[in-house]
Nanobody, 121 residues
Framework: QLQLVESGGGLVQPGGSLRLSCAAS????????IGWFRQAPGKERERISC????????NYANSVKGRFTISRDNAKNTVYLQMNSLKPEDTAVYYC??????????????WGQGTQVTVSS
């Protein structure tokens, strides 16, 4: 079974940056589109970004467009989420998930355990 581990979360001031990593073990990520999701307290989990298996296609939720950048390094079996200009409303637990296919038009199949991001002064 594909196993995903997120890292890179933490406490950052508004306007700051963080880079999250999603590393896979056991199996290769090459065949999966990868999505980043987040869940804030009292809110539903939402998908904020996705990248196709080859990296040629990406998309973003309006709430993060222009501030977050998703990328992947298949040689390292890792997907990244660079988060800039962070706002308090970005505070949430961030999850990566492998989707059921190579493109972003499918649902999540495997989840990581999540990493906390807190944006506060």
């Amino acid at each position: 079974q594909l196993q995903l581990v997120e890292s890179g979360g933490g406490l950052v001031q508004p306007g700051g940056s963080l880079r999250l990593s999603c590393a896979a073990s056991v199996f290769s990520l090459d065949y999966y589109a990868i999505g980043w999701f987040r869940q804030a307290p009292g809110k539903e989990r939402e998908r904020i970004s996705c990248i196709s298996s080859g990296g040629g296609s990406t998309n973003y939720a309006n709430s993060v467009k222009g501030r977050f950048t998703i990328s992947r390094d298949n040689a390292k079996n890792t997907v990244y989420l660079q988060m800039n200009s962070l706002k308090p409303e970005d505070t949430a637990v961030y999850y990566c998930a492998a989707l059921r296919g190579r493109l972003c038009n499918s649902g999540p199949d495997y989840w990581g355990q999540g990493t906390q991001v807190t944006v506060s002064s």
